[in-house]
């Protein structure tokens, strides 16, 4: 692995702001320090772990029991869920790329100072045994005084490509039962705690137990107010048209073995979404991409 790091830090490194580690066997991450910000994305699964801007708390939340392993999601963080969102039949929930090693495409600080990392994967024999499609996708991850993420899924096949996908973001907060989400007023929504009861948003999302929705149509900024904590997490989207909001609370948080006992007080998922029927096709060698940009506000 020392080859690789030293590859890696060679090629894309900049002195005193990105440099490649390995966090565990097998598991790199790229930590990023500028001026405007603290960040790490790992390359297993393009998976923002960390974002802070300078002067502030963190804002990504990642689970003291995540599991760091080849093969294994991370809780916490950005996993990126493509080419389908939630369950299929037969197939890994959340799609296959999560757990996948991107590739470093390129790396560079911006005019503005922000430091851009491009991380990208293609279909190989692995993708094509799970999904048969060609394809070629990259996420841009922008860290400054926001975090700015697009992925891009670019088809390279000769027949039309149709994904659902999320950037299923979790988010620091003080403590959830004092949190809402503004944005979602009036929003229809698949319940899955009520079997995907279609039902509508009436005011903020509040949480007193779990909540797992798929918002449909609506392509609104969401705002975390954060009470406790005394602050508000702003996620701004485009190429998306549906929004995922989630807590496992109680019952749930204890069937997962990598949530630590109390900790879904501490998060919540705002998910930027091509979901439900807001599924995308794209044409062979057209792109769609899902951006999300997270500010504190
Ligand atoms: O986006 C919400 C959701 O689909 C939930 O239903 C929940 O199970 C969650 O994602 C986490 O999924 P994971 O596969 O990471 O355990």
């Keep these: 692995m020392t080859s690789t790091l030293d590859t890696l830090n060679t090629a894309f490194g900049i002195p005193n702001t990105l440099h ?8 790199v991450v790229a930590e990023i320090t500028t001026p405007l910000a603290s960040a790490s994305v790992a390359l297993h699964g393009a998976h923002v772990l960390s974002w802070q801007p300078a002067g502030q708390q963190p804002v990504i939340w990642v689970s003291k029991a995540a599991f760091f392993e ?37 790396a560079e600080l911006d005019a503005t100072g922000q430091l851009v990392l491009r991380l990208g994967l293609t279909d190989d024999a692995t993708t094509r045994a799970v999904w048969d499609h060609a394809f070629d996708l990259e996420l841009a991850v922008t860290v400054g005084s926001t975090l700015a993420l697009a992925l891009t899924t670019r088809n390279t096949g000769d027949a039309p490509l149709s994904i659902t996908q999320a950037l299923h973001s979790y988010f620091c907060t003080a403590d959830i039962t004092q949190t809402t989400v ?32 798929i918002y449909t149509d609506t392509t609104s900024d969401s705002l975390i107010q ?16 549906s929004t995922v909001v989630w807590n496992p609370w109680v ?33 062979p060698a057209m792109t769609h991409t899902l951006a999300a940009t997270i500010s504190l506000v």
């Design 226 to 241: 954060d009470g406790a904590g005394r602050r508000s997490i702003r996620i701004a989207k485009q190429g998306s048209a």
């Design 20 to 27: 490649f580690t390995e966090v565990k066997p097998g598991f």
């Design 70 to 106: 080849p093969g294994k999601p991370v809780r916490g963080g950005v996993p990126v869920c493509w080419p389908w969102f939630g369950a299929v039949p037969g197939k890994t929930l959340h799609g296959f790329v999560r757990t996948m090693i991107w590739q470093v495409r390129g």
């Design 182 to 213: 503004q944005g979602l007023d009036g929003t229809p929504y698949l319940d899955k705690v009520q079997n995907f009861a279609v039902c509508q948003q009436s005011g903020d999302v509040t949480f007193s137990g779990e909540t797992d929705r």
């Design 251 to 283: 019952e749930k948080e204890k069937t997962m073995a990598d949530m630590a006992p109390g900790e879904h007080r501490q998060f919540l998922c705002v998910e930027t979404c091509n979901a439900g029927s807001d599924a995308v096709t794209i044409a």
